[in-house]
């Protein structure tokens, strides 16, 4: 089997695994500047490279825009260094970053709707669409909290890695329902967003029930 096989028929797999270590490798890491300097970009590559196999077969303007975007979500972390501090730049980074991540969120759940059957390509996919919504709406809160750093209470705003880490920790208990209380939206538009997480929660959930139930029942009447 050659290297380009394999990452298509693992590439669910691979995009899970990246996705998990990018969300939660700060559980081990306890240098914060190396951590931004050094692991940021490094996640960012792995990402960039973990995604190439849910394009592989999606034609050349797709594969285009997934590597352009790719370029910039790897170089923007590099930069951070000389742009700590300045909005704009936190703000482009942003937006590509949720660019970035929504683009292939669509290519995930389309591939979750399509076929009729069941196996651990599905489960895999459906993983990870789970953890690309989590990574869109951590660099939308990120959006607004450079912006306006009352736009939440009890996040920690000494360090780029400890507001992105308190923003996984809050985007995750909250997609999930779970909703301690400790880190709450102060105005009104990330109230409202963190509404919107809790309903995209629930219908990916009910979505994603419904999907699995009809591919097993669709296998059991063959």
Known sequence: MNLKSFINERKYEILLVALVQHLYIGIFVTDLAFYTEVIWPINMVILGLASVGVFIEKGRTKNSIKNALTFFVVLL???LPF??????????????????YSFIFLEVFKFLIKPSYINTDIISAAACGLFLL???????????VYR?????????????ALTFMDLVYFCSVTLTTIGYGDITPNVYFTKLTTSLIGVAG???????VGILISKFTSNQSK
């Not at 700590?84 to 660019?99: A, D, H, K």
């Not at 989590?134 to 607004?144: A, C, K, P, R, T």
């Not at 629930?202 to 994603?208: A, D, G, I, T």
């Open 77 to 79: 972390p590099i930069l």
């Open 83 to 100: 742009f700590r501090g300045n909005i704009g730049f936190m703000l482009l980074l942003n937006i590509c970053y949720v660019i970035f």
């Open 134 to 144: 989590i990574e869109i709406f951590v660099f939308l809160f990120q959006m607004w």
């Open 148 to 160: 306006y750093p009352q736009s939440f209470k009890g996040v920690d705003y000494s360090d780029p």
């Open 202 to 208: 629930q219908f990916y959930s009910v979505v994603l």
